[in-house]
């Protein structure tokens, strides 16, 4: 990994943290998780995922709210882990203008935003059946009411958890290789850490399990 140059281990950095987001707070809420992986090139490009299994039980509309709102977290936790100093500092806190230029455009996290739409809606109608749907202004309102409850208790956890995602992050970075390419200089790095190597990890095991309003 010392190979690596200073410049694309820093974005590294930045989208492993991303990644350990979704995977240290989705684990934290209950939801089974899987592998991570990470790819990065020169051109400072990258693919990354973080593997989280969606089937739950759910018999009612209580649970079915529950259900919605921690995913809603884990999607904004991805673009908030992005954020997180990578350094040892006494504090880690999420700077949330970033975290929203990432969520609506930057870095690629375009489609963690779409979900997010769609689930604030499924919410709105849950919690306010009875509004009129051509009071725009009103669901309007809902709306930013549902997102920022939601926003900041995602910023809540994933300061509690921001070790653990960042202490994941930089483990995920250490193991990348660079990846041989056949007729052509080689400038991509990858690396797939297991949901079974995970597993095994201390600070995995460690991780609290919390829920939306605990």
Do not use: C
């Not at 375009?110 to 809606?121: C, P």
């Not at 041989?180 to 797939?192: C, I, K, L, M």
């Amino acid at each position: 990994m010392k190979s690596m140059p200073a410049a694309l281990r820093d974005y590294a950095l930045q989208i492993a943290n991303h990644e350990m987001g979704h995977y240290v707070v989705a684990r934290a809420l209950g939801f089974e998780t899987g592998d991570v992986t990470l790819k990065v090139g020169m051109g400072l490009t990258h693919h990354g995922g973080a593997s989280i299994t969606l089937t739950r039980s759910i018999s009612s509309i209580e649970t079915m709210k529950a259900y919605l709102e921690a995913r809603t977290v884990v999607l904004f936790a991805g673009a908030m882990g992005q954020t997180l100093p990578s350094k040892h500092s006494p504090k880690k806190r999420v700077d949330e203008p970033k975290a929203a230029a990432i969520l609506k455009g930057e870095f690629g996290a375009q489609q963690d935003y779409a979900k997010i739409r769609e689930l604030r809606y499924l919410l709105r109608n849950i919690d306010y059946p009875d509004t009129d749907p051509a009071s725009s202004d009103r669901i309007i309102a809902e709306l930013t009411e549902i997102n920022d409850r939601l926003w900041l208790r995602t910023q809540e956890i994933v300061e509690v958890l921001a070790d653990t995602i960042t202490g994941l992050a930089g483990l995920l970075v250490e193991r990348m290789v660079i990846v041989e390419q056949w007729g052509r200089p080689a400038d991509t790095y990858e690396v797939v850490l297991t949901g079974e190597v995970l597993e095994r990890l201390q600070p995995v095991q460690a991780i609290p399990s919390l829920g939306v309003w605990t």
